[in-house]
C-alpha cells in the first residue's frame, strides 16, 4: 500500500476510496459503531483533566454521540473551530451547544482560544480516514490536524477513532506526519499503538 515514491499522490487515491466505503455504511452501522467508540474513549479517558477532540460528521465514527461523551470524562474539552481563511484551527470550549462551522461542520460557540490552546490538552483526539500499525494517520488531505499538532505538547497522548477495517498495516508517509499513540475502533476499542516505523 505504501508508495515511498509518491506519497502524497498514494494518499489521494487511498482517500478517495476511504470515503466511499464510508458514505456506503449503513445508518445502523454507523450507530453501533458511534456507541462503541464512545464507550471505548470514555472509559480511555479517565482521569484526563483537559481534552482536545473533535466533532465527528455524519460519516465519522462518533456521529451523534460524540462530543457529549467527553463530557461524561469530567475533563475540559476543546473543540477546533475552523477559521474563515486559512488552515490554522482555532479552538474553544466545549459548554454543551454547537453551532454550524465553515464546510458545514459543527463547532463550539464561545470565546476563540488561539491556535496554541492545543498546548493545554494532556491527550488529543484526532480524526482520521485510516491509521495503520506505526500509528501513521490518513486525514482528509486539507492539513489542519498536521498543523495543529505542531502545538500540541511532545508528551501529549495522541489517539483517533476509525472503524475497524480502517485498521491496515502501512500507509503513505510523508516527514511532518505524527504518529497517534493509540487508536479506538468499534470492535476493538481502545488499542495502544508501536511508535517505530519500519
Do not use: C
Not at 7 to 14: R, V, Y
Not at 50 to 72: C, I, K, N, Q, W
Not at 117 to 142: C, E, M, N, Y
Amino acid at each position: 500500500m505504501t508508495d515511498p515514491g509518491d506519497p502524497a499522490a498514494a494518499k489521494a487515491a487511498l482517500r478517495q476510496r476511504l470515503l466511499a466505503r464510508r458514505l456506503a455504511r449503513t445508518p445502523e452501522e454507523r450507530d453501533a459503531a458511534a456507541a462503541a467508540v464512545a464507550s471505548a474513549l470514555v472509559r480511555g479517558l479517565d482521569g484526563v483533566a483537559t481534552l482536545a477532540a473533535f466533532v465527528p460528521d455524519p460519516t465519522e465514527p462518533g456521529s451523534g454521540r460524540l462530543p457529549a461523551s467527553y463530557a461524561e470524562t469530567g475533563a475540559r474539552v476543546l473543540l477546533p473551530v475552523i477559521p474563515a481563511e486559512g488552515h490554522t484551527l482555532d479552538w474553544a470550549e466545549y459548554t454543551g451547544d454547537l453551532e454550524p462551522g465553515r464546510f458545514g461542520l459543527s463547532q463550539p460557540v464561545g470565546r476563540r482560544l488561539g491556535f496554541t490552546a492545543i498546548r493545554a490538552a494532556d491527550v488529543v483526539v484526532v480524526p482520521a480516514l485510516a491509521v495503520d500499525r506505526h500509528g501513521i494517520r490518513l486525514g482528509r488531505g486539507g492539513g489542519y490536524y498536521d498543523r495543529a499538532l505542531v502545538h500540541a505538547r511532545p508528551e501529549a497522548v495522541l489517539v483517533t477513532v476509525v472503524f475497524d477495517d480502517e485498521r491496515v498495516e502501512d500507509l503513505p508517509r510523508e516527514a511532518h506526519d505524527r504518529p497517534v499513540t493509540a487508536v479506538v475502533t468499534p470492535n476493538g476499542g481502545w488499542q495502544e499503538l508501536d511508535h517505530h516505523p519500519v
